[in-house]
């Protein structure tokens, strides 16, 4: 390969990266390649060298895997909604269960684990309950769109171009929300256009409206509407709400949150119930919970039931057991086993999730699920628990090493370890390995045309020579 910039070569791909590019060698050098899948041919063009590897992007492609597909989305392949809709989804499932496995033998050391099938999505599309769109000055043009005179090139409503935060493409139909979905964001559009207020520059953090964020409940079709805005302006927001309810009668919430951070993140420093309850109902399995506008909650209602149900399977409980529930969220798996273990002890460092556990609990008549708020660590110096079965749902990060001693010292006879970070999944596993022999490993697939993979691992807990 020569060492000349944007250097443009014929390459086939042969593997596939965390990250969802695509792997090509050139030279011996492992080039990662994007929007391209194993078994395509194509001309790339290098777009960044490293001392071990290099980056590319297709210009041309000579001769399509067998893997592709036509993604069904005319934002694919500049959107960073999902990034996969070119590969068939069978492929996307076992590419994802692979990664699982090579994480767990690399980092993990962990050979020859039990990982399954990853376990399908259904549906594939329209599966996301919370899309965050975000507002901009200028939108950013598809390459059909520009040179083309009707197209505005003014205020975007829409999703960013993967690693940008000014760049946003204005999207008049998102296939991962339900259609309806596509009709509110229209019509915000046009609320916004209409309202008299600038939007907010990305650049500039000068202007109105920020971002609008949709929920909906698949449990009974309502919808939830929360404006993120740069400031108070009570009679932009009534003005907006009125058109929005008289279209959408699905419509049951409308909020308002204000943030002067500049930052690009859809949580306000204060919030306003523009119309409605300020809360949507969702259920999962038979439980209802009350989500709020920053309540944290898993995007994928379904693929959640099943992640779940197989965090109670693998915890295999019969009924007597004494349940520790670590980064317990907003409580959502301490009710879901509610029934099936004496008691929960969950433990949460934010207030607000912890108050959203408690309330979800009463909601459903959960009596036997009690939650300790603050950092792990001090949690379980507080517990004072022995439990018989501890799971484990960490943020990406995965867990602090001082939590996987005081876990080990606990002993109990069996880990659930819910993650959504293969890496960290398998560095954790390995330490919980001095004691836990991992029986299985279940990937799930929450996050469909994207590379984001779930698991569920089950741990038990070896006999002491
Ligand atoms: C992946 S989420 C788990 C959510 C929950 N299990 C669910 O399914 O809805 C991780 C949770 O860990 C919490 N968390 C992060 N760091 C923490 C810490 N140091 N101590 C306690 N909780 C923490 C986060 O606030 C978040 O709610």
């Known amino acids: 390969m020569r060492r000349r910039k944007q250097t443009i070569v014929e390459a086939d791909v042969t593997g596939i990266a965390f990250g969802g590019r695509g792997i090509a060698r050139l030279e011996g050098m492992a080039v990662f390649v994007e929007q391209a899948v194993p078994g395509d041919r194509g001309r790339i063009r290098i777009t960044r060298r490293r001392r071990h590897y290099a980056e590319a992007r297709l210009v041309e492609l000579l001769g399509a895997s067998p893997d592709r597909v036509a993604p069904p989305c005319r934002y694919s392949g500049f959107c960073g909604g999902c990034t996969w809709q070119f590969l068939r989804y069978d492929r996307q499932l076992a590419y994802k269960r692979e990664h699982v496995r090579e994480c767990l033998e690399r980092i993990g050391g962990i050979g020859g684990a039990a990982v399954h099938p990853t376990l399908p999505a259904d549906p594939v599309f329209a599966y996301r309950n919370k899309m965050e769109f975000t507002c901009a000055e200028r939108r950013w043009l598809l390459p059909e769109e520009m040179g083309r005179d009707e197209i505005e090139p003014g205020l975007a409503l829409g999703l960013h171009v993967p690693g940008t935060f000014n760049k946003v493409i204005d999207i008049a139909q998102c296939l991962l929300q339900p259609p309806l979905g596509n009709r509110i964001l229209e019509e915000i559009r046009s609320g916004i256009r209409e309202s008299g207020r600038p939007v907010y520059g990305l650049r500039t953090h000068a202007g109105f409206w920020r971002f609008a964020m949709l929920r909906s ?132 460092i934010v207030p607000a999730a912890v108050a959203d556990a408690e309330r979800n609990c009463r909601l459903n008549g959960v009596a036997n699920c009690r939650f300790i708020r603050g950092d792990i660590l001090e949690g379980l110096a507080r517990a ?79 006999a002491l020579p």
């Open 217 to 348: 409940s698949c449990a009974d079709g309502r919808w939830m509407v929360n404006m993120v805005t740069a400031s108070e302006d009570a009679d932009a927001l009534d003005a907006l709400a009125l058109r929005l309810r008289a279209k959408f009668p699905e419509i049951s919430s409308i909020v308002n949150n204000v943030t002067a951070r500049k930052a690009g993140v859809a949580v306000g420093e204060s919030e306003r119930v523009v119309w409605g309850d300020g809360f949507i109902r969702e259920r999962i399995g038979r439980f209802e919970f009350q989500i709020s506008a920053n309540s944290f909650f898993q995007t994928n209602t379904r693929g959640a039931a099943r992640l779940y149900q197989t965090v109670l399977d693998c915890a295999g409980l019969k009924g007597t057991e004494v349940v520790l529930d670590l980064y317990s969220g907003t409580g959502t798996i301490p009710i879901f086993i509610s029934n099936s273990c004496r008691e929960v002890l969950g433990v949460e």
């Open 384 to 462: 004072d628990a022995h439990p018989d079965v501890v799971i484990i749902d960490p943020p990406r990060v995965g867990m602090d090493k001082e939590v996987v001693g005081r876990v080990l010292a606990m002993a109990p006879a069996r880990l659930v370890y819910v993650s959504c970070n293969p890496a960290t999944l398998a560095r954790d596993l390995a330490l919980l390995g001095q004691r836990y022999e991992v029986a299985e490993v279940q990937p799930i697939d929450m996050f469909p045309h994207t590379f984001h993979v779930e698991s569920v691992a089950r741990l038990e807990r070896r």
